[in-house]
């Protein structure tokens, strides 16, 4: 493509200057569109827009390729850990050890919540969704910490950060821990970042707790492989809520109402609960029709994406810890993974899923690992949360210290009543 692109409207053309990225497809700027023609664009879901530049994570859809930072998602799961995919996110580069041990360090001394919080939690019904109680309390962090809600500091900005990814967990685990009525269980700063997670979930104050390191291993790989996907909803819903100038705290809380949906990030619940329906490999094919009618509004939960028309690659990872995880059971023969695996091989040899590029995504998998570690299914898509907090809050800083930067604020195509004058109550027939 050239360097410049042109669109006539109402007989006017305009040039439009084209933009190039490291890699990936060339954007063409319409940001004067409006000020030369009088027109908008018109692209709802953002389906050909990009709406801001950005140094963190690069997905090829196409390719089925992740990058975080410009490492590759399988380096980076298969090599790493967590907190230091964080600090890659937060800085920009991989920590050395002098870094790493420090920033472990900070973290680790931000994981306890104010003691107030525990009284939110008794104002929640039992049986409120997790996800609930997590926008509620994660929101009113910015109640109790009022010292790193200044977003023109940068210095509050990096507490801000540094104390959401470090108290995501242990709210996380109060959430569930409040509703199957155990006692909350303080973090223990000598145990890793996810080891003291499934700590904090799994212990009994009553005995001690022994963390399983298959565990552990397993779900901080998972945490890495849902760290950042670049713009997607509950993304760009933190930068646009940030853009108005919110404070972090409240900006994430928004970024997780977003994940809640089905087709974000409440996908691993829908998806392991469609497993659950089929339950036995014999009734895959049925759902796979059910799925191709065009009549039936059924769709296979966790196949499908809108940026990749090739396989997940977070979707092979995750298909690996599976199996990991259910060989540390020893439980290979686990029917909702027969189900799975059967439901795979059908899709992927079908006309209609191979026709559209429907591939298993990072859902598919990940129900069957979580509830076998022993996870409830309405916690799947909290721990989605806590993975996807440092992601939300690198791309809100990029945001504010981009100078650039200015509210998000969308235009419309109006398709509702013309001007028209209105009628007194008694007069309308
Ligand atoms: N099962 C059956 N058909 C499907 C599916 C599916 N899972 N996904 C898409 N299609 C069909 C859809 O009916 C449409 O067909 P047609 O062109 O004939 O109308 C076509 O494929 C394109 O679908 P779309 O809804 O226009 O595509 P989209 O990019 O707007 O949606 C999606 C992407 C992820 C919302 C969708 O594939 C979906 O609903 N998948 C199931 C939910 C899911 O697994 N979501 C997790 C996404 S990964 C985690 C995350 O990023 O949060």
Known sequence: MSASSSITVDGKQVELPVKKGTIGPDVVDIGKLYAQTGAFTFDPGFTSTASCESKITYIDGDEGVLLYRGYPIEQLAEKGDFLETCYLMLFGELPTEAQKADFDYRVTRHTMVHDQMNRFFSGFRRDAHPMAVMVACVGALSAFYHDSTDISDEQQRMIASIRMIA???????????????????????????????????????????????????????????????????????????????????????????????????????????????????????AYVAKAKDKNDPFR??????????????????????????????????????????????????????????????????????????????????????????????????????????????????YIGPDRREYVPLEQRG
């Open 300 to 413: 296979l939960m966790g196949f499908g994406h809108r940026v990749y028309k090739n396989y997940d690659p977070r979707a092979r990872l995750m298909q690996a810890t599976t199996h990991q995880v259910l060989k540390e059971l020893g439980k290979q023969d686990d029917p909702l993974l027969e189900v799975a695996v059967k439901l795979e091989e059908i899709a992927l040899k079908d006309g209609y899923f191979i026709e559209k590029k429907l591939y298993p995504n990072i859902d598919f998998y990940s129900g069957i690992t979580l509830k076998a570690m022993g996870f409830p299914t309405d916690m799947f898509t909290v721990l989605f949360a806590v993975a996807r907090t440092v992601g939300w809050i690198a791309q809100w800083a990029e945001m504010i210290e981009d100078p650039s930067q200015k509210i998000g604020r969308p235009r419309q195509l």
């Open 167 to 285: 108290k995501m967990p242990t709210l996380a685990a109060m959430a569930y821990k409040y509703s199957i009525g155990q006692p909350f269980v303080y973090p223990k700063n000598e145990l890793d970042y996810t080891s003291n997670f499934l700590r904090m979930c799994f212990a009994v104050p009553c005995e001690e707790f022994q963390v399983n390191p298959v565990f552990s291993k397993a779900l901080d790989r998972i945490f890495i492989l849902h760290a950042d996907h670049e713009q997607n909803a509950s993304t760009s819903t933190v930068r646009l809520a940030g853009s108005s100038g919110a404070n972090p705290f409240a900006c994430i809380a928004a970024g997780i109402a977003c994940l809640w949906g089905p087709a974000h990030g409440g996908a691993n619940e829908a998806a392991l609960k469609m497993l659950m329906e089929i339950g036995t490999p014999d009734r895959v094919d």
